[in-house]
């Protein structure tokens, strides 16, 4: 009788410690790397070159990270985003390809944030021109893309970037940002923007990066030009293909747009929103908490190079050695 009782005890323990085992692994699953399970693609206008381009969205195979390819160049090959393939550009996010210098793609922002918020980790972006389509000025267009594509998940488990030390950059006029060791598997942002404009003037917003919260807080949030910006800007090149369908127009107290807002801080949130796309240049989800103040694509793309300019300032999740892959 007490073998038997000792033989139940003993399967009770082992039951108790399997459903231990079990919670634990539930709790922290192992997360595969993803593509789109199908090949989408759209046609629109170019933000600042202002000329139509199609956009292919292609399915890519595992550790390929995100790539683009220059179809109207021939022979031009994909390249991998990395943070040294941007470069400044202080309205877009431009990347230059390593095998030729003078082939740029720009505006890639909006769709970096949406993948980066819908956890896209490999994909291949064809353009037949230099910019990708500015479609609805936000990430909306893009989020339907991908929801229509669908997302497939890969045999291969997903390497993300834990920040270990706190690196800061400054800029001009006061604007500065700093990635700071956060919550593993989360990237926390918080950012404020201060401009003389009334309508906008200083606005703060704190998001904690999920697809939720990026649809339901910032992907609608379009980006922003001063009235009086728009004709020195085009006497540049730029902004030739703005109009109020695509850009929210600010005129001292005034939003020129005929709907107005759709959120009172919908500039601070369109700025997370490119946030979100430029860090996603890292080629990896962060696992950290960013804080910035009137920053804009340079210095965020400065801010990825401070982080990665030494090995001490992060790890990769898996415990892999702390060197990014090449861009070709």
């Known amino acids: 009788m007490a073998e038997q009782t000792a033989r139940t005890?003993?399967?009770a323990s082992l039951r108790r410690w399997t459903r231990f085992q079990a919670s634990i692994g539930s709790s922290s699953p192992t997360i595969m790397q993803t593509t789109l399970k199908h090949p989408i693609h759209c046609r629109g206008i170019g933000?600042?070159?202002g000329q139509p381009?199609?956009?292919r969205?292609?399915?890519a195979e595992a550790d390929t990270g995100i790539r683009f390819q220059r179809l109207d160049k021939a022979g031009s090959a994909p390249f991998r985003i990395t943070p040294d393939r941007i470069i400044s550009s202080p309205l877009a996010t431009v990347a230059a390809s390593p095998h030729q210098a003078d082939l740029h793609v720009a505006t890639i922002e909006h769709l970096m944030a949406a993948l980066h918020a819908s956890g896209i980790d490999n994909l291949l972006i064809q353009l037949d021109g230099p910019e990708l389509p500015i479609l609805d000025g936000c990430s909306q267009a893009f989020l339907f893309l991908l929801d229509s594509a669908g997302i497939v998940r890969l045999e291969t488990p997903r390497r993300s970037i834990e920040v270990l030390r706190t690196v800061h950059v400054t800029g001009k006029n006061g604007a500065h940002a700093r990635l700071l060791p956060g919550k593993a598997g989360q990237?926390?942002?918080?950012?404020t923007i201060d401009f003389p404009a009334p309508a906008i003037g200083k606005q703060s917003h704190e998001i904690t990066l999920s697809r939720q919260n990026f649809?339901?807080?910032v992907a609608f949030c379009r980006t922003f030009v001063n009235h009086q910006d728009i004709?020195?800007?085009?006497?540049q090149g730029l902004a030739l293909g703005g109009s109020l369908e695509n850009a929210l127009v600010i005129q001292h107290d005034r939003i020129l747009n005929p709907g107005g807002l759709r959120h009172s801080e919908e500039c601070v949130r369109h700025k997370i929103l490119d946030t979100i796309g430029d860090l996603y240049c890292a080629g990896y989800t962060l696992s950290c908490r960013y804080e910035g103040h009137k920053t804009g694509h340079a210095l965020n793309n400065q801010l990825l190079r401070a982080l990665f300019a030494s090995p001490e300032n992060w790890r990769f999740s898996d415990g892999s050695a702390s060197s990014?892959?090449?861009s070709e």
């Open 53 to 55: 381009v199609l956009m």
């Open 324 to 326: 990014l892959p090449p």
């Open 187 to 191: 990237l926390e942002i918080a950012l």
């Open 9 to 11: 005890t003993d399967t």
């Open 47 to 49: 933000l600042h070159a």
């Open 231 to 235: 004709a020195p800007l085009q006497a």
């Open 215 to 217: 649809e339901q807080d």
């Open 57 to 59: 969205l292609i399915p």
